[in-house]
């Protein structure tokens, strides 16, 4: 090297890996990032701390801080940053490293809830009553139990169920020592973070027949369905979440390893062919009590925009798990079946386009199994299809007289008739007692 020559740049990490470790741990606010990098910057380039602040909301406009790496990669090429490399080969010296330890810190809107308070893994382990060994085991972040040989191995039971309108559902059920952390997660932490006042399935005190009643009585119902609901919610959005409820990154990895799944390649060969690429990517498993509840915080954006449509065009709007549902005047229809799909890839979701159903009130308008024209009702071919059932079963060589497993299931559909229609439904209930004693 010539002695004329400039001295080395320092390696990019050296560099901007010690500021992009404090920047993730602050407020995402310029005002804040502003006061903080002019902590941080070396005095001739303090003059840009504002420009960087700037620069960075600009590259992650949400409310939470990004990961210190991603935010290392774009401090390189801002322009007010760039200069701090050839600062610190002139001087030899380099942003002191980060002494602070990561704070639980809620995005703004989030931080009056009342969430147990983690900072690092060593408080997930004691918040699950687990030792750290454990954690690393269960939370599996390098996705080992999906590819052990082991049988026994994986931590979920992977099955193919059929759909009684054709098609299959992949069910993937934790094993119970995972399912015991799964519920301490959902009963201690989600279950405090109320989802969207639109969604009504997986929550307590509502149900299909209450959204279904939100839409009783218009002239046009129409309805949505998205495809593969579970498995495109990955675990990027679930870490996300995470963050966004305060946790540092540590920790928010550590509970999206919790609560999400790698579909062993054995199940993955068992799949369609046009149906395995969704499931490759770790995701949500249908199956884990944690599930529900983080699909409906996973989804409140899309919430919030088809809700400010539903606003806009003067309509009603509704969401149970993966059906959306929309009603008021007939002019709606063509705008919704454009817009809806529309809306749902932009929050990357994927249309069921098979399913939109634009339901007039001169035909039967269901929402959820309910039929809503002038009120909530059973479809009558709902209750003709019970009332067969029971006409069969009063036969004295009918097998499933015997079958409990057959018989709890019919008690239950005829308890969902008496929540609808409880004359129908005690018609129902009194003809199974008869049979059944």
């Given at each position: 090297m010539h002695p004329d020559d400039p001295p080395p740049l320092p390696p990019v990490a050296a560099v901007f890996g010690p500021l992009a470790a404090s920047l993730s741990?602050?407020?995402?606010?310029?005002?804040a990032l502003h006061r903080l990098l002019l902590t941080r910057l070396p005095g001739p380039l303090r003059a840009q701390a504002r420009r960087i602040a700037q620069g960075l909301i600009g590259a992650f406009p949400g409310s939470v801080a990004p990961d210190a790496a991603r935010l290392c990669k774009v401090l390189?090429?801002?322009?007010?940053?760039?200069?701090?490399?050839?600062?610190a080969a002139r001087t030899g010296l380099r942003p002191a490293p980060e002494l602070t330890p990561p704070t639980f810190l809620p995005a703004p809107g989030l931080a009056g809830l009342a969430l147990p308070v983690l900072t690092s893994p060593a408080d997930v382990a004691d918040f699950l009553a687990i030792s750290p060994d454990q954690l690393i085991r269960f939370a599996d972040?390098?996705?080992?139990?999906?590819?052990?040989?082991?049988?026994?191995?994986?931590?979920?039971?992977?099955?193919?169920?059929?759909?009684?309108r054709g098609g299959w559902r992949l069910i993937e059920a934790p094993r119970p020592f995972l399912k015991t952390l799964q519920r301490r997660v959902l009963s201690s932490l989600l279950a405090h973070v109320p989802p969207h006042p639109a969604a009504y399935g997986f929550r307590r005190g509502r149900n299909c027949i209450m959204a279904a009643a939100r839409h009783a009585g218009e002239p046009l119902v129409a309805g949505f369905d998205i495809a593969d609901f579970f498995p495109r919610l990955t675990v990027a959005r679930v870490y996300g979440l995470f963050r966004a409820l305060g946790y540092p990154a540590a920790v928010a990895r550590d509970l999206a390893g919790l609560c999400t799944a790698i579909t062993p390649a054995a199940t993955l060969a068992a799949l369609p062919a046009r149906d395995a690429p969704i499931w490759r990517t770790r995701h949500l498993p249908q199956g884990a009590p944690t599930s529900p509840a983080l699909a409906n915080l996973l989804a409140w954006?899309?919430?919030?925009?088809?809700?400010?449509?539903a606003r806009i065009l003067g309509a009603t709007y509704t969401r149970y798990a993966d059906d959306l549902t929309f009603s008021g005047p007939a002019r709606i229809g063509p705008i919704l079946r454009d817009a809806v799909p529309a809306i749902l890839r932009g929050e990357g979701f994927a249309p069921n386009l098979a399913k939109t159903r634009l339901m007039t009130a001169q035909g039967a308008q269901i929402v959820t199994g309910v039929m809503v024209n002038r009120h909530v009702n059973l479809p009558r071919a709902e209750f003709d299809r019970l009332k067969a059932v029971l006409h069969h079963l009063a036969r004295p060589d009918d097998p499933r007289r015997q079958d409990a497993g057959f018989l709890a299931a019919l008690s239950g559909r005829i308890g969902w008739v008496e929540q609808i229609n409880p004359a129908r439904g005690a018609k129902l209930r009194a003809r199974l007692v008869a049979l059944t004693g």
């Amino acid at each position: 090297m010539h002695p004329d020559d400039p001295p080395p740049l320092p390696p990019v990490a050296a560099v901007f890996g010690p500021l992009a470790a404090s920047l993730s741990q602050s407020p995402w606010q310029e005002d804040a990032l502003h006061r903080l990098l002019l902590t941080r910057l070396p005095g001739p380039l303090r003059a840009q701390a504002r420009r960087i602040a700037q620069g960075l909301i600009g590259a992650f406009p949400g409310s939470v801080a990004p990961d210190a790496a991603r935010l290392c990669k774009v401090l390189r090429d801002l322009p007010g940053a760039r200069g701090l490399r050839a600062h610190a080969a002139r001087t030899g010296l380099r942003p002191a490293p980060e002494l602070t330890p990561p704070t639980f810190l809620p995005a703004p809107g989030l931080a009056g809830l009342a969430l147990p308070v983690l900072t690092s893994p060593a408080d997930v382990a004691d918040f699950l009553a687990i030792s750290p060994d454990q954690l690393i085991r269960f939370a599996d972040l390098r996705g080992l139990s999906a590819r052990s040989p082991d049988p026994f191995g994986p931590h979920y039971l992977c099955q193919l169920r059929p759909k009684r309108r054709g098609g299959w559902r992949l069910i993937e059920a934790p094993r119970p020592f995972l399912k015991t952390l799964q519920r301490r997660v959902l009963s201690s932490l989600l279950a405090h973070v109320p989802p969207h006042p639109a969604a009504y399935g997986f929550r307590r005190g509502r149900n299909c027949i209450m959204a279904a009643a939100r839409h009783a009585g218009e002239p046009l119902v129409a309805g949505f369905d998205i495809a593969d609901f579970f498995p495109r919610l990955t675990v990027a959005r679930v870490y996300g979440l995470f963050r966004a409820l305060g946790y540092p990154a540590a920790v928010a990895r550590d509970l999206a390893g919790l609560c999400t799944a790698i579909t062993p390649a054995a199940t993955l060969a068992a799949l369609p062919a046009r149906d395995a690429p969704i499931w490759r990517t770790r995701h949500l498993p249908q199956g884990a009590p944690t599930s529900p509840a983080l699909a409906n915080l996973l989804a409140w954006r899309l919430d919030c925009r088809l809700a400010g449509l539903a606003r806009i065009l003067g309509a009603t709007y509704t969401r149970y798990a993966d059906d959306l549902t929309f009603s008021g005047p007939a002019r709606i229809g063509p705008i919704l079946r454009d817009a809806v799909p529309a809306i749902l890839r932009g929050e990357g979701f994927a249309p069921n386009l098979a399913k939109t159903r634009l339901m007039t009130a001169q035909g039967a308008q269901i929402v959820t199994g309910v039929m809503v024209n002038r009120h909530v009702n059973l479809p009558r071919a709902e209750f003709d299809r019970l009332k067969a059932v029971l006409h069969h079963l009063a036969r004295p060589d009918d097998p499933r007289r015997q079958d409990a497993g057959f018989l709890a299931a019919l008690s239950g559909r005829i308890g969902w008739v008496e929540q609808i229609n409880p004359a129908r439904g005690a018609k129902l209930r009194a003809r199974l007692v008869a049979l059944t004693g």
